[in-house]
T-cell receptor, first 114, second 109 residues
């Protein structure tokens, strides 16, 4: 069966510091991968998605970037965090290039910026 | 993607069926209906999805009306662990899942 791992579970960072959140998927090949953010009291917002190694699509221009160095690895980064980057970051996967198939989410990283 | 409307909250007695409604009157022919739930501080959990026909899996049943303008998620025997926010999402041929405010289902002992 497929599993998705995100780490760390919680993170507290100062404003202006860099960020790297990692997500890996096991049990499937060439999945579609996604990064979402959930701000406090708000719905999930799609940030990035990837249909293959090195292929990244950005949904919302912002202070963040994403990379996919390996087939089942998806990384969310920032060079300098802002207070507005606080939130609950979720990684998800779905079957490759099958738009109707559901997305499956990890347990998320709760990021607090001080 | 079509917009969905859900009641903000519902209650259900433990052991009874929970029926969660969703209106999606502007749904188009190629859009699927997805249901997810989110327990506090966890990632959303996929429950079920469908296009036209009713669907059933080990977690729930999805009933879609013939005109596809509304649907109902049925949890046949609700337990306390089913207390969560339930999201009804309509999605077409793109990768974005748009989560609204959902329905907070509280299962009472």
């Amino acid at each position: 069966s497929q599993t998705i791992h995100q780490w760390p579970a919680t993170l507290v960072q100062p404003v202006g510091s860099p960020l790297s959140l990692e997500c890996t998927v096991e049990g499937t090949s060439n999945p579609n991968l996604y990064w979402y953010r959930q701000a406090a009291g708000r719905g999930l917002q799609l940030l990035f998605y990837s249909v293959g190694i090195g292929q990244i699509s950005s949904e919302v221009p912002q202070n963040l970037s994403a990379s996919r160095p390996q087939d089942r690895q998806f990384i969310l980064s920032s060079k300098k965090l802002l207070l507005s980057d606080s939130g609950f970051y979720l990684c998800a996967w779905s079957v490759h290039q099958s738009v109707d198939q559901p997305q499956h989410f990890g347990d998320g990283t709760r990021l607090s910026i001080l | 993607d079509a917009k969905t409307t859900q009641p903000p909250s519902m209650d259900c007695a433990e052991g009874r069926a929970a029926n969660l409604p969703c209106n999606h009157s502007t749904i188009s022919g190629n859009e699927y209906v997805y249901w997810y739930r989110q327990i506090h501080s966890q990632g959303p959990q996929y429950i079920i999805h469908g296009l036209k026909n009713n669907e059933t899996n080990e977690m729930a049943s999805l009933i879609i009306t013939e005109d596809r303008k509304s649907s109902t998620l049925i949890l046949p025997h609700a337990t306390l662990r089913d207390t969560a926010v339930y999201y009804c999402i309509v999605r077409g041929s793109n990768y974005k899942l748009t989560f609204g405010k959902g329905t907070l289902l509280t299962v009472n002992p």
